[in-house]
């Protein structure tokens, strides 16, 4: 027998929503109806004039080539553009911008083409998966910083990790507005963090996922908008939010010359990039469909107030997030005790609700379960209906 040592992928602990989702599973071959908050997958089409640009791209047969790892230039080209216009950030589309398979996949190989098993990685905790297990995956040592609503308290045990540490960090992690706890943040916060990775000679990198997903007038800052951010720090930024397109598979590291330049190479060695024609309706869609967005976000919005206004109703008061796709919502006192996993399987069992329990998303996470906005608000209220049935049954 071959050896059955595989030690990057052991180092992965299982997946705690497979659970929730063979629950969901059993339910559905039940003949129940399950709503499904659970996947932060948008429900909706892609825009129009972005399927028909990819369809007349992939009707031209010179796009069925190998494309090109870093990115169409002027894909790329399109992304400076979004900077300049949304951000007043001006930045080298050759040299520091590159077009990743979305985002996760280059946080990920960002992570590999820069870390090693002697480096230490500051990660915020509770966090979207792959900021943690990137650091894993790379081999370096991950360090998790919580995060609980208290930005200038995140900044100060930022601060301390670094002091006390025996060796100096190589990176930190951070994603605002975040996944899952809609943590959003000003530009002061960058400021702030951007003096300290000055301070201490520190890269920085910051997930943007959630752009343009901003609600009641709130305007999420990139950190590169911060004077000399550059310098140390990298922003990804993704399709699948803003536009509706999460299988297609666009996303964008800009930033810092040198991290961008390292990512660049290494996947240059990975992969041939995203198929053309996708890439050609990704210009579409940043040059052109700004309606568009503005559309995907009041659809989230609607929906962020019928469930929060919702729950309030029956007694479960959640914080409305200013940002993001999701309500992150503290698990009611009477089930605390119970922990994420098991309250997520009591909704799914007596409410046909299915949410991600927070656990999944780290150290600090097990208190809450993160709510997905991707039902509409008819199926928004069922699930009401169901949970404050649930709660009157006294399961605990
Ligand atoms: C914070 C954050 N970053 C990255 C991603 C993944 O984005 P992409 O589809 O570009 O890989 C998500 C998806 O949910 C996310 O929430």
Not at 57 to 78: E, F, I
Not at 332 to 353: Q, R, T
Not at 368 to 373: A, C, G, P, T, W
Request: hydrophobic letters at 40%; one cysteine or more.
């Amino acid at each position: 027998m071959p050896d059955q040592q595989f030690k990057n992928a052991e180092k992965l602990p299982p997946y705690i929503f497979a659970q929730i989702n063979e629950l969901k599973q059993i339910a559905r071959s039940k003949g129940e109806d399950v709503i499904d908050f659970g996947m932060g997958n948008p429900d909706q089409p892609t825009p129009n004039p972005i399927v028909e640009k990819l369809i007349e791209a992939v009707n031209n047969p010179s796009t069925h080539r190998y494309s090109q790892s870093a990115g169409l230039p002027k894909l790329r080209n399109a992304m400076k553009n979004w900077y300049s216009r949304k951000y007043s950030v001006e930045l080298d589309s050759d040299s520091e911008i590159v077009t990743c398979m979305g985002s996760k996949e280059g946080i990920a190989h960002l992570a590999l083409a820069t870390l090693s098993n002697n480096d230490d990685v500051l990660v915020q905790s509770p966090t979207y998966p792959i900021h943690s297990y990137g650091v894993v995956i790379a081999g370096a040592n991950l360090h998790s910083i919580s995060l609980n609503n208290d930005l200038d308290k995140f900044l100060f045990d930022i601060e301390d990790a670094i002091k006390s540490a025996s060796k100096k960090p190589k990176m930190i992690i951070i994603n605002f507005p975040s996944n899952p706890t809609t943590q959003s943040a000003d530009l002061s916060f960058f400021k702030k963090i951007i003096d300290i990775g000055k301070k201490y000679d520190i890269w920085i990198i910051h997930d943007l996922a959630y752009a343009d997903i901003v609600f009641d007038g709130y305007k999420a800052p990139s950190i590169l908008e911060v004077e000399g951010a550059k310098d140390i720090a990298v922003e990804f930024f993704t399709l699948s939010k803003s536009y509706n397109m999460p299988g297609w598979r666009v996303g964008f590291c800009c930033g810092n010359q040198k991290l961008v330049q390292a990512l660049t190479k290494i996947k240059s060695y990975m992969d041939y990039g995203t198929f053309t024609p996708i890439q050609v309706a990704a210009i579409k869609a940043i040059n052109d469909c700004d309606e568009n967005v503005s559309e995907i976000c009041s659809m989230y919005e609607s929906r962020r107030d019928e469930l929060c206004n919702g729950l309030k109703r029956i007694g479960w008061d959640v914080q409305k997030p200013l940002a993001t796709m999701f309500v992150w919502a503290k698990i009611p006192d009477n089930y605390l005790h119970l922990g994420s996993l098991e309250f997520s399987k009591l909704l799914i069992e007596h409410a046909n609700v299915a949410v991600s329990p927070g656990a999944g998303f780290g150290e600090g996470g097990d208190s809450y379960v993160r709510f997905s906005l991707i039902e509409n608000e008819h199926r928004i209220r069922q699930a009401i209906r169901g949970i404050k049935n649930f709660f009157s049954m006294e399961v605990r």
